[in-house]
Nanobody, 121 residues
Framework: QVQLVESGGGLVQPGGSLRLSCAAS????????MAWYRQAPGKQRELVAT???????RYADSAKGRFTISRDNAKNTVYLEMNSLKPEDTAVYYC???????????????WGQGTQVAVSS
């Protein structure tokens, strides 16, 4: 059973920083793309940042210059460093991973349970 477990959310003041982590556990053969999404109250889930197995990254315009996504392939873990946080960054942040459990299997999408980030003074 593969699970994605997020950590690092919380309450922070505007201008502050947080670092989110997401670790994939279980029997994992390889991981393809990993990403962070977020969903604010009353809004659709949106992509924040993505990173492929080679380390190439892509960011939403709202995250460029403030957020950094990275990964540790040996630990099947993805990180999101968030700086200069704004109230509009308040949302539940979800981890996403494409992985397979065998060398011959297909890649499947897994989601974490979400971690709350609140930016408020």
């Amino acid at each position: 059973q593969v699970q994605l477990v997020e950590s690092g959310g919380g309450l922070v003041q505007p201008g502050g920083s947080l670092r989110l982590s997401c670790a994939a556990s279980g029997i994992i053969f390889s991981t393809n793309a990993m990403a962070w999404y977020r969903q604010a109250p009353g809004k659709q889930r949106e992509l924040v940042a993505t990173i492929n197995s080679g380390g190439s990254t892509r960011y939403a315009d709202s995250a460029k210059g403030r957020f950094t996504i990275s990964r540790d392939n040996a630990k099947n873990t993805v990180y999101l460093e968030m700086n200069s946080l704004k109230p509009e960054d308040t949302a539940v942040y979800y981890c996403y991973a494409e992985l397979r459990t065998t060398s011959w299997g297909s890649f499947y999408v897994y989601w974490g349970q979400g971690t709350q980030v609140a930016v408020s003074s």
